[in-house]
Nanobody, 124 residues
Framework: QVQLVESGGGLVQAGGSLRLSCAAS????????MGWWRQAPGKEREFVAAITWSAGTHFADSVKGRFTISRDNTKNTVDLQMNNLKPEDTAVYYCAVKMIEYYSDYYPEHYDYWGPGTQVTVSS
């Protein structure tokens, strides 16, 4: 059973940066897709970014050009670097793992494991 733990959330002013990290344990995720999702109050969980084991990446249109995603397969970690943050980026951010690569990245039900989430708050 894979367990995921996020870190790095916090409060930042608009235009600032944060880096989120996620560590996987309890199983191998080397060939899985690792991704980030977020959920703002009163809204549905939405896809943010994903990265395959070979470093192929996908991003939501709302974060393209501002966020980058990277992973270290030797450490079973995935990071999300968030730059030029906006108040609308405020949400709980979740790390997730999708074991079947060819499943679409954009559906939460395709992900097999989820972290508990970390809060990101961007003040205006």
């Amino acid at each position: 059973q894979v367990q995921l733990v996020e870190s790095g959330g916090g409060l930042v002013q608009a235009g600032g940066s944060l880096r989120l990290s996620c560590a996987a344990s309890g199983g191998t995720v080397n060939e899985a897709v690792m991704g980030w999702w977020r959920q703002a109050p009163g809204k549905e969980r939405e896809f943010v970014a994903a990265i395959t084991w070979s470093a192929g990446t996908h991003f939501a249109d709302s974060v393209k050009g501002r966020f980058t995603i990277s992973r270290d397969n030797t450490k079973n970690t995935v990071d999300l670097q968030m730059n030029n943050l906006k108040p609308e980026d405020t949400a709980v951010y979740y790390c997730a793992v999708k074991m079947i690569e060819y499943y679409s990245d954009y559906y939460p039900e395709h992900y097999d494991y989820w972290g508990p989430g970390t809060q990101v708050t961007v003040s205006s």
